[in-house]
């Protein structure tokens, strides 16, 4: 990840016991997007992402939230909308939005520790 002040990302073991790792990254920049190479050291080569993308009008103090550009709202009676990611190549850049944040399944990782 490049050295910027305004990025914050933690990686962690995909939930689902596969050895993909999931990434959380967060742009504190209110005004710029940036551009993230992912890429591990020491897994495997990942074959894929699945990116969510969390945005809002006032930024991360936003009370209403857009998941990859939709809004998240509750469906008429009450019960969570389907979530979906969207798909993108495991070598292409990932951008963040300014004042946004993004967890990232990274697919085919296979990382020793997961």
């Not at 894929?48 to 998240?72: I, Q």
């Not at 389907?82 to 004042?99: C, F, V, Y």
């Amino acid at each position: 990840m490049p050295n910027n002040a305004n990025l914050r990302g933690y990686a962690h073991c995909a939930a689902d016991g596969s050895g993909d790792v999931t990434l959380v990254l967060a742009n504190l920049d209110s005004h710029n997007s940036l551009q993230v190479d992912v890429s591990l050291t020491g897994a495997g080569a990942v074959s894929g992402r699945t990116e969510y993308h969390g945005t809002g009008p006032k930024g991360m103090l936003s009370l209403e939230l857009a998941l990859n550009d939709k809004p998240l709202e509750l469906n008429q009676d009450g019960t969570l909308p389907d979530i979906e990611g969207q798909a993108a190549s495991g070598t292409d850049p990932l951008s963040l939005a300014p004042a946004s944040w993004a967890f990232v399944q990274l697919h085919g990782a296979k990382a020793k520790a997961c």
